[in-house]
């Protein structure tokens, strides 16, 4: 099994906010200069879990657990942002699949759509 790739230092301040102050997720907008627009750049899932599907089969503690959300939710939305309506039979067992997800992680998940242009909001 592959091996979880490094947090970056924004992944590390991102659960670092949503931890500390016992936020349900924390997210970063960053601005996309081709449409001038701020996007989702990256953010850490700290809310209720529904299920406990993780890709490990061990037992991990809750802050591994919710790292590990925060990662599935971000391959389940690039998976339903591409389209792909085969994503059970291409990921393996352990992924999330919408019907895995809270009110919460929904919520956490649409953020990666939104988009602010200039002037709004």
């Known amino acids: ?3 979880e790739p490094p947090k970056t230092r924004l992944q590390i301040m991102l659960q670092a906010a949503a931890q500390n102050v016992q936020w349900t ?3 970063f907008w960053q601005l996309c200069p081709q449409q001038g627009n701020l996007v989702w750049s990256d953010g850490y899932y700290n809310g209720p879990i529904k299920t406990r599907k993780t890709v ?3 037992e991990v503690t809750t802050e591994e657990a919710t790292l590990q959300r925060s990662q599935q939710l ?4 690039e998976s339903l942002s591409a389209g792909d309506t085969s ?3 291409q990921r393996p067992s352990a992924s999330l699949s919408p019907e895995d997800l ?5 919520f956490y998940l649409m953020c990666g759509s939104f988009s602010f242009p200039p002037g709004v909001g």
Request: glycine share 0%; aromatic share 14%.
């Open 74 to 77: 971000r391959e389940l939305y």
């Open 25 to 27: 997720y924390s997210l």
């Open 87 to 89: 994503h059970q039979a």
């Open 102 to 106: 809270t009110e919460s992680e929904w």
């Open 1 to 3: 099994m592959a091996a």
């Open 56 to 58: 490990q089969p061990t």
